[in-house]
């Protein structure tokens, strides 16, 4: 085991599927220099053909990566999420539709990965968490990523994959340090997370809270600290929104017949919406008190911290979410 | 440029085919046998024909709404593409694409797109593809002069030429956006004169002559293979129809005059090639009418076949959605 830091992650897993498959390549804006530091050394050890830096043209090179995939390649981009407005119409019309419109010929195994800064004063135009509004779009697989193992694990799995695949890196954790195992200690010599399973992040019996994202963290401190006062939370990562595994949230709600969902995304429509739904759909007869959503304010992120701070979920919204679960 | 008489003969005969093809949809379409929208390729056939006789099999095309030439024109079934436009479960996209998205991934057939322009850098990630790999093979997008405007098109010129790609963008200015001429949308006389902004040849070619877009896209082709970047390349031709069957609401005189279309009409595509190829001593006329009369066998052919194919069932609904089935939500 070793201690690794997010962003290093994020690194590791593009250098080693970059060494393993030739037909990995990765482009995006200023990575040769690795500006956000996650491209650190690709340059170097595989060359400028395989290490592209892009004008700033989101449209041309989103859609790039496609007919690169369409055709033997596996495109790794980087970009940001408030960048991703730009190319659009690729991600939706294109990536999305390809393979369902042609009737199964398109085999697109593109990934994007897209970061989010918000929470440092970017302010509006630079602090999107935008991963809802695909997941209303069916055709692209949705990875949100909490630690620095899952990160690469994810990731990993994410190149391996043959349908689109966005990463969406929550930028609050770039820095954040976590243990990732050494190759050598593992089984298959590699750390590749599937999709589709959740980790139960901590196990409890009084109220289930589904983190996404950098708010796993948050609802792991609210846990740590709920239990101390002899409140008993489980707190579950989906990891990835699509596909999502909703058996593992059921299986908790039916324990805990509480539930609190912690969404960093803009509240109406979020992915907390759907988890909500899910369970007041599918998970009904075992609720003990209303869901509650803990998601971003609807309103645009403001520049000033004395307001930005207000808006995403922290410790103290998803406590406060627990706490009106069990008065109910 | 010596082009070998099979070539031309079989051009002849994808142009014949596209041609029959487009006038056997009308028919049908007229008749309600099957619905959904459908851009006829009439007046246009040796622009796609021309340009991807130049290509091989293992190169690829993107294409758009107007989606039936650029598929025949490489050499593509007109059965799976009658079976695709009826809803089949045999045509190219078993039914899920439809007239507009037209694909045969076996042949380098990437897809048409029925957002404008949006194929553009799909085609221009296949050129990065082969730059990348060091492969021989070239990637070709078909646009229209209304998607000349796109930002995307501009986007894909930039890139393909500072990265010099393989790649051909192959403008069929045919005139008119729907019903807005080219001359109100477009800020240069001609879109190639666009490619001097990018650094690439621009290259104006008559696009009813499709020995001309043949030669044109050859050398296009060879620039691309030898690694010296992009080329664009307008074919000028005409939209003989509406835009759309099921537009005719639309009066013609609202938007162009009939003279217009007559004055097309007798530079039509096929008549150039085949006056070219008897008078060279290539053809005869009987051999033309032959090609002719083949082609409307196997378009009725093709038509039956689409006929008697199923519709897919119900349960087909969420086949093809992903590379490996994910649980549904």
């Known amino acids: 085991m070793a201690q690794t830091i997010f962003v290093e992650a994020i690194n590791q897993a593009i250098y080693e599927e970059m060494a393993r498959d030739e037909n990995v390549f990765i482009m995006g804006e200023d990575i040769r220099r690795s500006v956000y530091g996650a491209t650190a050394n690709l340059l170097d050890d595989f060359g400028g053909k395989r290490v592209l830096d892009t004008p700033l043209s989101e449209n041309g090179f989103f859609g790039a990566a496609i007919g690169a995939s369409l055709v033997g390649m596996r495109p790794i981009v980087e970009t940001l999420t408030s960048f991703m407005w730009v190319g659009m119409d690729q991600l939706i019309s294109q990536a999305a539709k390809m393979r369902y419109m042609f009737g199964g010929q398109a085999t697109l195994p593109v990934v994007y990965r897209a970061t989010m800064f918000y929470g440092a004063g970017s302010a509006a135009h630079h602090s999107d968490r935008s991963y809802p509004m695909f997941m209303n779009m069916p055709g692209i697989k949705i990875v949100v990523p909490s630690n620095p193992s899952d990160m690469k694990g994810l990731l990993k799995a994410a190149v391996r994959d043959d349908d689109p695949t966005i990463v969406f890196e929550d930028g609050t954790l770039f820095g954040m340090r976590g243990e990732i195992p050494d190759n050598s200690e593992l089984p298959d010599g590699e750390l590749v997370v599937p999709f589709g399973q959740a980790n139960i992040v901590r196990e409890g019996t009084d109220v289930t809270i589904v983190g996404i994202g950098g708010s796993v963290n948050h609802a792991a401190t609210a846990a740590d600290q709920l239990a101390a006062e002899g409140i008993s939370v489980e707190v579950i990562d989906p990891r990835t929104l699509v596909p999502f595994d909703k058996q593992t949230v059921l299986d908790s709600v039916e324990k805990t017949g509480r539930l609190v969902v912690a969404d960093p995304a803009h509240k109406v429509c979020s992915a907390a919406s759907e988890i909500a739904s899910i369970v007041a759909e599918e998970g009904f007869w075992s609720l003990q008190a209303p869901i509650q959503k803990i998601a971003s304010e609807q309103v645009h992120i403001p520049y000033t911290p004395s307001l930005e701070k207000h808006v995403y979920p922290d410790v103290e919204k998803i406590t406060a979410g627990v706490r009106r679960t069990l008065d109910a | ?329």
């Open chain 2, 1 to 329: 440029m010596e082009i070998e008489r099979e070539t031309l003969l079989l051009m002849l005969k994808r142009m014949w085919m596209i041609r029959n093809f487009e006038l056997k949809v009308m028919e049908v379409h007229a008749a309600g046998e099957f619905t959904g929208a459908a851009h006829p390729y009439i007046g246009e056939e040796a622009v796609a024909v021309g340009a991807c006789a130049a290509l091989d099999d293992t190169d690829y095309i993107a294409g758009n709404h107007r989606s039936h030439g650029h598929p025949i024109a490489k050499g593509g079934r007109v059965d799976k593409a009658m079976a695709e436009l009826y809803g089949r479960v045999d045509g190219y996209c078993k039914g899920k694409g439809g007239s507009m998205h037209l694909a045969d991934y076996s042949i380098g057939i990437l897809g048409e797109s029925g957002i404008l322009g949006s194929s553009v850098p799909v085609a221009v990630g296949a050129a990065l593809a082969a730059h990348i790999k060091g492969e021989k093979f070239v990637s070709l997008a078909f646009f229209g002069d209304g998607a000349s405007n796109q930002g995307a098109l501009h986007e894909s010129m930039n890139l393909a030429s500072v990265w010099k790609l393989p790649m051909i963008f192959l403008c069929e200015n045919n005139q008119y956006a729907v019903t807005t001429s080219y001359a109100d949308t477009v800020a240069v006389e001609h879109v190639s004169d666009r490619a001097s902004a990018y650094n690439m040849p621009g290259i104006l070619v008559d696009g009813q002559d499709a020995i001309a877009m043949y030669e044109a896209t050859q050398a296009a082709v060879e620039r691309a293979r030898k690694g010296e970047g992009p080329t664009l390349i307008e074919g000028l031709t005409y939209r003989y129809e509406e835009h759309s069957l099921g537009l005719g609401r639309v009066r013609r005189g609202e938007y162009r005059e009939q003279s217009e279309i007559d004055e097309w009409r007798k530079r039509d595509p096929l008549l150039i090639l085949e006056t070219a190829l008897i008078s060279q001593g290539l053809a005869t006329r009987e051999e033309c009418d032959a090609i002719n009369a083949e082609t409307v066998e196997e378009v009725e052919m093709a038509t039956e076949f689409a006929r008697n194919s199923p519709f897919p069932e119900p349960e087909d609904l969420f086949d093809d959605m992903w590379a490996q089935p994910i649980p549904l939500p």
